[in-house]
């Protein structure tokens, strides 16, 4: 056996290597932030399904009505027999009862039914479904790529700028589908209450705010997407990345 010491290098396998540079600040904050946002987005994609898949049973329900009744009072020659008297609408349909001559009491009929209040079309819960289950997906890329930062992997920008290609055209499925709900909900509401005043102006308000919600919405949505890309085309940013690119390369 050879007693001849071992250069002192050896003991240090990697005293060639290039240390990276220090992460600044603001890409560790990227790092943290995407990784809670993509678990909140998560939580939030399943509270949607679960929305879209309520307003789909809501939207088939069918509520009965409370039975409707009238006073009847008169004489015998206040009304011909056999003649319907009408004493309850609704959008529906017209209930009526039929006055008999000397009768005076309560007259009632059955009840009838009418439609969900939370009636909205099938195709706007399916696109707010979709829409939630492609989020959940996108929110899980974004975990990773947010991990990626604060592993200081090289390829954690192009994650990030993936991310922000792939969540605007759901943040626009998003803002459809949340004006096609809401909409919905307002016009059925303008339905139910028909002939009430107010009632006829209710479809132009309720599409107002409609638009109003998805625009609001859609801007909260939009505004970590951009922050990413400032961030990313920042000095700070690629001279890190450029910095980790070139011990790569190295």
């Known amino acids: 056996?050879?007693?001849?010491?071992?250069?002192?290098d050896s003991q240090i396998p990697l005293a060639y290597a290039i240390a990276r540079p220090p992460r600044p600040g603001i890409l560790t904050a990227v790092g943290?932030?995407?990784?809670?946002?993509?678990?909140?987005?998560?939580?939030a994609g399943l509270a949607?399904?679960?929305?879209?898949?309520?307003?789909?049973?809501?939207?088939?329900?069918?509520?009965?009505?409370?039975?409707?009744?009238?006073?009847?009072?008169?004489?015998?020659?206040a009304a011909t027999p056999g003649s319907p008297t009408t004493y309850y609408s609704y959008s529906s349909g017209v209930n009526t009862t039929v006055v008999v001559p000397g009768t005076t009491g309560m007259t009632s009929t059955p009840s009838t039914t009418m439609i969900s209040p939370f009636r909205i079309a099938t195709g706007a819960s399916i696109l707010m479904i979709v829409e939630a289950a492609l989020s959940i997906c996108l929110a899980a890329f974004l975990i990773y790529a947010g991990i990626a930062?604060?592993?200081d992997s090289p390829k954690a920008p192009r994650l990030h700028r993936i991310y922000v290609a792939l969540k605007i055209p759901?943040?626009?499925m998003s803002a459809i589908a949340i004006w096609w709900t809401y909409s919905g909900l307002m016009n059925n509401f303008s339905a139910i209450t028909a002939g009430t005043p107010?009632?006829?102006?209710?479809?132009?308000?309720?599409?107002?705010?409609?638009?109003?919600?998805?625009?609001?919405?859609?801007?909260?949505?939009?505004?970590?997407?951009i922050a990413l890309l400032i961030v990313l085309s920042?000095?700070?940013?690629?001279?890190?990345?450029?910095?980790?690119?070139?011990?790569?390369?190295?």
């Open 1 to 8: 056996m050879s007693l001849t010491p071992a250069p002192e």
């Open 32 to 43: 943290i932030v995407s990784i809670v946002l993509g678990g909140m987005s998560v939580l």
């Open 48 to 77: 949607w399904i679960a929305t879209g898949i309520m307003y789909m049973a809501l939207s088939n329900m069918r509520l009965p009505m409370p039975t409707p009744s009238v006073r009847v009072t008169g004489s015998a020659s």
């Open 149 to 151: 930062m604060l592993r």
């Open 170 to 172: 759901l943040i626009a």
């Open 198 to 225: 107010g009632a006829a102006a209710m479809p132009a308000f309720g599409n107002t705010m409609a638009v109003v919600q998805a625009i609001v919405w859609a801007g909260i949505g939009m505004l970590y997407p």
């Open 234 to 250: 920042t000095q700070t940013s690629r001279r890190h990345f450029g910095a980790i690119q070139s011990g790569v390369a190295a």
